[in-house]
């Protein structure tokens, strides 16, 4: 299965790319997976509410733009589903059987994901009710594939 995680905003921060450099190499015996990364849109430091939505919006819109025809499309959303490791494992197993070839994470910038994205997406997951930084996201979304492919394999990484 092939794996693809559309994130807004670009990584500076070395130690988080050295984590998303691991689990890129980890998760290259599972099939193919690409970062693909869309400029995140700046709001002005006084914002208002509709600035926010401009933005979040023309971020979507760049999102939708390099999203796959061929994907089963994931949201990583606050309100999603908080599904867990073993969960996640099942959905992408799930997805498998069901004859998915292409899944695709997508991860909104700070001010969070369009609406037109997260309609565009089948499912939307959250990791809990914290919320996190969108590039230390990244770093957490990989491991948790990673985790989940581990699960799906039958190794105890997950343990």
């Known amino acids: ?24 190499k980890r998760l290259k015996r599972f099939g193919k ?10 709001v002005p430091e006084k914002y208002s509410e509709k600035e926010i939505i401009q933005a979040v919006s023309r971020e979507g819109r760049k999102m939708l733009d390099r999203l796959p025809s061929d994907n089963w499309g ?26 998915t070839h292409h899944v695709v994470f997508v991860i909104g910038g700070s001010n969070g ?18 919320i996190f930084p969108h590039q230390l996201f990244r770093v ?4 948790q594939i990673y985790r989940a492919r ?5 190794e105890t990484y997950h343990k």
């Not at 997976?33 to 700046?42: A, R």
């Not at 957490?140 to 491991?143: A, G, H, V, Y």
């Not at 581990?150 to 039958?154: F, L, R, S, V």
């Open 113 to 130: 994901l369009s609406g037109e994205v997260l309609t565009k997406c089948r499912k939307k997951i959250s990791f809990g009710p914290n």
């Open 1 to 24: 299965m092939r794996i693809t995680i559309i994130a807004a905003g670009k990584i500076r921060d070395t130690w988080i790319n050295e984590g998303i450099s691991e689990y890129t």
């Open 74 to 99: 994931i949201a990583l959303d606050p309100r999603g589903e908080t599904i867990g490791s073993e969960g996640l494992a099942d959905l992408l197993s799930r997805r498998a059987v069901a004859g």
């Open 33 to 42: 997976l690409e970062i693909v990364e869309v400029p995140d849109e700046k």
């Open 150 to 154: 581990k699960i799906m394999a039958g």
């Open 140 to 143: 957490m979304l990989l491991e």
